[in-house]
Every structure is written in C-alpha cells, then in structure tokens.
C-alpha cells in the first residue's frame, strides 16, 4: 500500500473534501483527485461516493478511515515521543494562540513552561482557531490556547485543560469613560462600541448580555484581533470589552480607564492537546501553573459568604 496515498485519502475525509485538504497538503484539487483515484484503483473499491456538489465515505471508505485515523494518531505520539528524547539542544514547543485570546495573558498562561527544568525553543502560531486546530490535528502543534473548549462539530481528536475563567470589563480612553461611568451598563446604550470578531466566544455572551439588559450600544468596529481592537479603542473610536485578568495591563499600555464590570458575561480559556494523559513537559506546567492561580485567586477571596 502506497502510505502517501494513504495520508491524502485520510486527509479528504478528515476535511471534509478535495478542496480542503488540498490546502492543508498544499497541492492542487487535480493532482489530489488524481491521487486519490489511484488508490482507489490499487484498493479495488470505492471509498468515496458524490453527495450534492461533494463527497461522502462509502462503506468501505468509512472502514478505511478508521484504520488510517488510528495509524495516523500513532505516528504523531511516535513523532511526539522521539522528540522527548534529549538531543543536546533546547526542544521545540509548538503553540497555536486563537486570534481572541489577549495577547500578554497568553504570554501569562505560556509563562511557566520559561522556568521548566528543560530548556524550551517556543515556535508560536497565531490565526483562526478552526485552522489552529487543523495543524493540532496533524501533530504541526503541541497545544492551542483558545478562549472556548474544542468546538464539538470539528473533526478533531483532542483534549481541553481550563486554564482560567474571570469577569469582563469595559474600558474607554478617560473622555469618554467619564460620560459612562455613572448607570452602568445602561449609560453604554446608544454609545460606539467595538466587538470582537465572530471567531471569539465573548462575542455572543456579550450579545445576549446586552439583549437581556435591553441595551442596544452603536457597533462601530468588528475585530478578530484582539490587539487592534484595543488599538481602535485607544484612538477613541468607541468603548471594548477585556477580560478582567489583563485589566492592568490595558489601562497602563492603551491609556484607557474602566467604564465598568459585569461577572454576568465570563471568559474561561483553554489548553487543547491530542494527549488525555498530558506528558509533554511544557504543556504539563502550563496546567499545573494555572491550576496554582486558581488556588492562589481563591485564597486571597476568602471563604464564600451564603
């Protein structure tokens, strides 16, 4: 059996078309076709079959997958295991970062795997968390850090490890926060806001938040940057919403105060691995050390009053 066929065959199926993983394979819709023909021919069955303006398993290609799924899961532990093994050089840590997670907290999640006993070589990606996702999938990523767990309708095999959950808040440059800060929520009626770009998990939350308070803010940005919406709000152009953990940081770096808070619309974040049992150094502290905040947060409360 031809492996390389193999692989583009689990590819298509895995991405849910030629189209697809063309692209993640980085070859043209023909050349994969052609392929994928090939080993069809060299199987003697057909393990696809049109459906609408796509494709679909047969029954022999579902059985297919499953044993190629399986093979290639295996490989990638073998190909995560070898790398494990000490080289004389600092070893690779691969993250992906999902475009809605502020950027210094993920330098705070990613911060205790720096003073691990092993020396780390971090190679960080930025981008959608679908296409993150992807490369998790292939073994081209160690971790992804995202603000929600692995969304259910995504053929991917993985795992989510909660890093952190905290309130929101709303910041504006001082002009501006000073006309809102009195009747909040209700003083961001009418006022320019700008929102995070639907790949963030805050978005709907805020929305809904906002339908529940009858509050209809003017959206004037949409952005799947975190950084740039805090840019645009720092020019004035409207009010943005952050998560209370980076609160400090915004108000120092941005020059914007806090308009308000609300623990009605949280945002947790998230570790995914293709490991349940985690054994990977880097990825094991960063665990560990949000599992340690979490402690240390809850001390500084104090008991709960009923």
């Known amino acids: 059996m031809n492996f390389k066929h193999l692989h583009y065959f689990w590819a298509v199926a895995k991405w849910g078309g030629v189209a697809r993983a063309s692209e993640r394979l980085h070859l043209t819709p023909q050349t994969l076709s052609t392929q994928l023909r090939q080993f069809e021919e060299r199987c003697g069955v057909k393990l696809f079959r049109p459906a609408g303006k796509g494709i679909e398993l047969t029954e022999a290609g579902r059985m297919a997958f499953s044993y190629a799924d399986e093979m290639f899961s295996v490989a990638g532990e073998l190909s995560d295991a070898l790398r494990s093994l000490p080289a004389g050089r600092a070893r690779n840590f691969r993250v992906g970062v999902s475009d809605a997670v502020p950027k210094s907290l993920a330098y705070r999640m990613l911060a205790p795997a720096l003073a691990g006993a092993e020396t780390m070589r971090f190679v960080c990606r930025e981008g959608k968390l679908e296409s993150l996702l992807a490369d998790l999938a292939l073994h081209r990523?160690?971790?992804?850090?995202?603000?929600?767990?692995?969304?259910?309708?995504?053929?991917?095999?993985?795992?989510?490890?909660?890093?952190?959950?905290?309130?929101?808040?709303?910041?504006?440059?001082?002009?501006?926060a000073a006309q809102l800060d009195k009747d909040f929520p209700h003083s961001l009626h009418g006022q320019p806001l700008l929102l995070p770009g639907d790949d963030s998990a805050l978005r709907q939350r805020l929305l809904a938040w906002f339908e529940r308070q009858r509050i209809v803010p003017r959206v004037v940005g949409?952005?799947?940057?975190?950084?740039?919406?805090?840019?645009?709000?720092?020019?004035?152009?409207?009010?943005?919403?952050?998560?209370?953990?980076?609160?400090?940081?915004?108000?120092?770096?941005?020059?914007?105060?806090?308009?308000?808070?609300?623990?009605?619309?949280?945002?947790?974040?998230?570790?995914?691995?293709?490991?349940?049992?985690?054994?990977?150094?880097?990825?094991?502290?960063?665990?560990?050390?949000?599992?340690?905040?979490?402690?240390?947060?809850?001390?500084?409360?104090?008991?709960?009053?009923?």
């Not at 971790?143 to 910041?171: C, K, M, Q, W």
């Open 141 to 176: 990523l160690d971790i992804v850090l995202a603000d929600r767990p692995l969304p259910s309708g995504i053929n991917v095999r993985g795992y989510n490890h909660r890093l952190g959950e905290n309130g929101t808040g709303f910041f504006a440059i001082p002009s501006l």
């Open 222 to 306: 949409e952005f799947d940057d975190s950084g740039l919406m805090k840019a645009f709000g720092r020019a004035g152009v409207g009010v943005f919403p952050v998560t209370l953990a980076v609160r400090d940081e915004v108000m120092a770096n941005y020059g914007v105060e806090l308009v308000g808070t609300t623990d009605a619309v949280r945002e947790s974040y998230f570790a995914i691995s293709v490991e349940r049992r985690v054994t990977h150094p880097a990825v094991l502290a960063i665990i560990e050390g949000a599992a340690l905040r979490r402690e240390a947060e809850a001390a500084s409360r104090g008991p709960e009053v009923a």
